[in-house]
């Protein structure tokens, strides 16, 4: 990316949260600049943060900030260099500051020196005069209104049968900017058309916390359940499939066990579909080991990559053919090894933790879906 992850930081101390936000408040700017405009072609995240037909933008959320003016002088900067080399062009900046109201605000060129500062004798002033012609600094809504109203445009655009839909197809769009910012390519022109597109080839979602907050507990837990795990007719084909179950101190070993049980039940059929894998991160040993020796004691059949309590990791183990086994239990340690050597074609990754959803892992050629929860009980109640 032209841009790196710090120039959206809220400062230093807030570290990574306003980071994501950042870029996520911008990816739902360049979804509604799309909806808005669908005739057109939108350049997103290259030189600008924005660009289409004749306007160039730059987005900027500083959700916990007041507004100054030298909070505003690099993207400004950024935006009269660009003006520089083409003077064609309208150019605006886009800002969020949470003691300013929605406006328009055109610079006076006492204003625009005023935020230059000690840069301000690098521009002449008919340059700046003329900049100021083509430039606005449009003050916009906070994340969470943003957010809405991009579901709201998707909603209405796509004649979506209900918000739960909208909310899906939002998740695939902001997934794909999201992957292809992270992919670092040169040209990412889109438009209506590239959304339709997404729609048809499905291959990497992210399902945020924050569609639970917009559409309530329950009904994000049935919107994940629909689109992944509720079908007329279940897809078992003859592939392989990976599941990260995250772990944390208030999950007992009961509720890893129906997860594990409901997942080889839906997704496993002797001689159609192999064994799922599930990675259990964040687990300790006992708890792991209880759930095996239940599973034991269930005669439910299961490779662990070992030959005993105690054995050393072996991977051709794993991946040997046993026709009775009926999932295959791994610890997260050994994920990479076992990623290098089995291709997944489909990757279901749960997370608590919002850092996760910078972590695309080399998954992409699966189709890899990221889903956070608040509690790892929610799983059980998803994939029934």
Not at 236 to 252: G, K, M, S, T
Not at 313 to 338: D, G, H
Request: glycine content about 2%; proline content about 2%.
């Amino acid at each position: 990316m032209q841009r790196g992850a710090t120039d959206l930081l809220e400062d230093e101390s807030d570290g990574g949260y306003y980071a994501i936000k950042g870029f996520l408040y911008q990816f739902d700017s360049t979804l509604m600049t799309i909806l808005i405009n669908p005739k057109s072609d939108i350049n997103f995240e290259q030189v600008q943060d924005i660009a289409y037909e004749d306007y160039v933008i730059q987005v900027k959320h500083k959700e916990t900030q007041t507004y100054s003016e030298s909070k505003v002088r690099k993207p400004i900067i950024q935006l009269m260099n660009l003006f520089q080399k083409n003077n064609q062009k309208k150019y605006s900046l886009y800002c969020y500051f949470k003691d300013m109201p929605l406006q328009d605000k055109v610079l006076k060129l006492s204003e625009l020196d005023r935020i230059l500062g000690a840069e301000k004798s690098i521009y002449n002033r008919t340059f700046k005069i003329n900049f100021l012609r083509n430039f606005i600094i449009k003050f916009t809504n906070d994340y969470s209104t943003q957010f809405q109203e991009t579901i709201g445009l998707i909603n209405k655009t796509f004649g979506c049968k209900n918000m739960e839909t909208a909310v899906y197809y939002h998740s695939i769009f902001r997934s794909k900017l999201l992957e292809m910012a992270i992919q670092n390519r040169s040209e990412r022109k889109l438009n209506i058309g590239s959304l339709h597109s997404y729609l048809k080839d499905v291959k990497y979602v992210i399902f945020h916390a924050a569609y639970a907050d917009f559409l309530s507990k329950e009904k994000y837990e049935l919107t994940v359940k629909k689109s992944f795990f509720t079908m007329k007719k279940l897809n078992i084909d003859n592939y392989e499939r990976l599941f990260i179950i995250p772990v944390d101190d208030r999950c007992d070993e009961f509720v890893l066990l129906t997860i594990v049980g409901r997942i080889f039940q839906k997704f496993h059929r002797p001689d159609k579909s192999p064994p799922p894998y599930v990675v259990f991160k964040d687990i300790c040993n006992d708890k792991l080991n209880l759930i095996k020796q239940t599973l034991i004691d269930r005669k439910i059949m299961f490779n662990d990559g070992t030959y005993f309590n105690g054995d050393k990791f072996r991977i051709e183990k794993l991946t040997a053919i046993e026709k009775n086994t009926m999932v295959k239990i791994v610890e997260y340690k050994s994920l990479e090894e076992i990623m290098s050597t089995i291709s997944f074609q489909e990757v279901y990754h749960f997370y608590l933790d919002t850092a996760a959803l910078l972590n695309v892992e080399k998954l992409l050629k699966s189709r890899h879906y990221q889903i956070q929860i608040d509690e790892v009980e929610q799983i059980a109640r998803m994939i029934t």
